[in-house]
């Protein structure tokens, strides 16, 4: 089945406590990218990635970080978490970035 | 850059009633457009999608025109059925960024 996956779902951590979220995709796309939801916000991109090795900042990328070694992986950084990044984080893969955007379950990070 | 605009929510309405949820961008380049929806609880997912002005995309009785000399893609539906409550998304999917709207949470009632 082609799907995206992020682990985990939940999370409560707190300020400063180094954590990473992973996302896998099977569908060998090009394309992955990081979202965070927020309330009367939208979803705003954080990262994205092209290809392997290739990672550029979307509209919010402070205080995260991306890394793309393999094409079905793209994990989400946050090396000094605040309570400002509790949010709702989605990773999406696609051809490409014109292309249709699929989308992992989300994870619901809770800073404290 | 890029951006979306779309109306803000939330819009009820009753059970058969037509609904329009107005979506208008910017951008450089030659963009595609999509509309995704979010069910209660679930992630996202493609509702319509059209990658040319004066495409139209079409899906579960919901329609979308790119309309490029008024930057607009409104989505469009005839008849809603309390199923369709969830939030909608505009969204812009550029050569690089990928630029979404604000969302509009639509409400049925019976």
């Known amino acids: 089945e082609a799907q995206v996956t992020q682990n985990p779902r939940y999370l409560i951590t707190v300020t400063g406590k180094k954590l990473t979220v992973t996302c896998s995709q099977n569908?060998?796309?090009?394309?992955m990218s990081w979202y965070r939801q927020d309330p009367g916000l939208g979803l705003r991109q954080i990262y994205y990635?092209?290809?392997?090795?290739?990672?550029d900042k979307g509209d919010v990328p402070e205080g995260y970080k991306v890394s793309r070694k393999e094409k079905r992986n793209f994990p989400l950084i946050l090396e000094s978490p605040s309570p400002n990044q509790t949010s709702l984080y989605f990773c999406?893969?696609?051809?490409?970035?014109?292309?249709?955007?699929?989308f992992g379950p989300g994870t619901r990070l809770t800073v404290t | 850059g890029n951006s979306v605009t779309q109306m803000e929510g939330p819009v009820t309405l009753s059970e058969e009633a037509f609904l329009t949820i107005n979506c208008t961008y910017t951008?450089?380049?030659?963009?595609?457009l999509f509309w995704y929806v979010q069910y209660p609880g679930e992630g996202l997912q493609l509702l319509l999608k059209?990658?040319?002005?004066?495409d139209k995309g079409s899906n579960k009785g919901f329609e979308a025109t790119y309309r490029k000399e008024t930057t607009s893609f409104h989505l469009e539906k005839g008849s809603v059925q309390v199923s369709d409550s969830a939030v909608y998304f505009c969204?812009?999917?550029?050569?690089?960024?990928?630029?979404f709207g604000t969302g509009t949470k639509l409400q049925v009632i019976p």
């Open positions: 999406a893969s696609s051809l490409a970035g014109v292309s249709e955007q699929y």
């Open positions: 569908m060998n796309h090009e394309y």
């Open positions: 990635s092209m290809n392997v090795e290739v990672t």
């Open positions: 951008a450089t380049g030659y963009p595609s």
């Open positions: 059209a990658t040319k002005a004066d």
């Open positions: 969204a812009l999917g550029g050569y690089q960024k990928v630029t």
